[in-house]
């Protein structure tokens, strides 16, 4: 039985239950038990694989699928349960950050933008929920957990993520200077604890912090609202993306 993948609620408690038993018998030093638990969650592994890479693979000559494995060890041996509630969550961010890791290194593939994600899950999501089976839909539900919290808090802007893909800049310049002026209210207590009171950008505060002009503000605020909602989020993935942009001042004026 492919017990990880259960429908109701009791079913989903009692296989968090059996996940942490398989993590306590591992930490315990039972080889046995880690070799059986990855061999479970091949399926979960390649399918993050498929995420990243947009293709099938054989793990036998995926390299990509090499990374992901390592990936999960590490998540495996990771895991703190006080700190993270579930573990597949959890699992999936180590993941997902070392297959970034891995294609910046070898730069095979171009930086994607990461609100393509969130539409992609997003769709991916509505079709589980109205097309897939139950156990597909459960799943699905595990591990986009921390993107809906995420949606709710957009929503709380007057945000979608639909509106996120139309407002992203196609220019890597561009996304410089937009997200380094996200950075300027995440790194500042004052002007984040102002812009989520108010659900405005701090326009005035940023034109003497930032060499831009109150056009690009204006123009690019959705985009800069949620790049700073990601930088003090738990959205380890985007958190990457946004870090991985070369920080420099950009003057746009």
């Not at 590490?74 to 573990?87: G, L, M, P, R, T």
């Not at 595990?142 to 407002?167: N, P, V």
Request: hydrophobic share 35%; glycine share 2%.
């Amino acid at each position: 039985m492919d017990w990880h993948f259960q429908g109701t609620n009791d079913d989903r408690e009692h296989t968090k239950r059996i996940i942490i038993e398989y993590l306590n018998r591992i930490k315990a030093g039972d080889d046995s038990a880690r070799e059986e638990f990855i061999l479970r969650f091949r399926p979960f592994i390649l399918k993050l694989v498929y995420k990243a890479t947009d293709r099938h693979v054989e793990p036998e000559n995926s390299e990509e699928y090499s990374v992901a494995l390592l990936a999960f060890n590490e998540a495996i041996n990771a895991y703190d349960e006080e700190k993270h509630s579930n573990f597949l969550v959890f699992s999936e961010q180590v993941i997902n950050r070392r297959l970034i890791d891995y294609k910046r290194k070898n730069h095979k593939n171009k930086m994607v933008y990461p609100f393509s994600y969130f539409e992609n899950e997003d769709i991916k999501l509505e079709r589980t929920l109205s097309d897939a089976d139950g156990n597909n839909a459960i799943e699905r539900l595990e591990f986009t957990d921390e993107i809906r919290l995420f949606k709710s808090e957009l929503a709380s802007f007057d945000i979608t993520f639909k509106d996120l893909l139309s407002c992203t800049p196609k220019h890597r310049d561009s996304r410089e200077l937009l997200i380094n002026i996200a950075k300027k209210i995440a790194s500042n207590d004052g002007l984040y604890e102002k812009l989520k009171k108010t659900k405005k950008l701090p326009t005035l505060e940023l034109l003497k912090l930032a060499k831009v002009s109150r056009r690009t503000i204006e123009r690019n605020k959705k985009y800069i609202i949620a790049v700073s909602l990601i930088l003090r989020s738990n959205l380890e993935i985007f958190k990457e993306y946004a870090a991985g942009i070369q920080e420099k001042e950009v003057d746009l004026r």
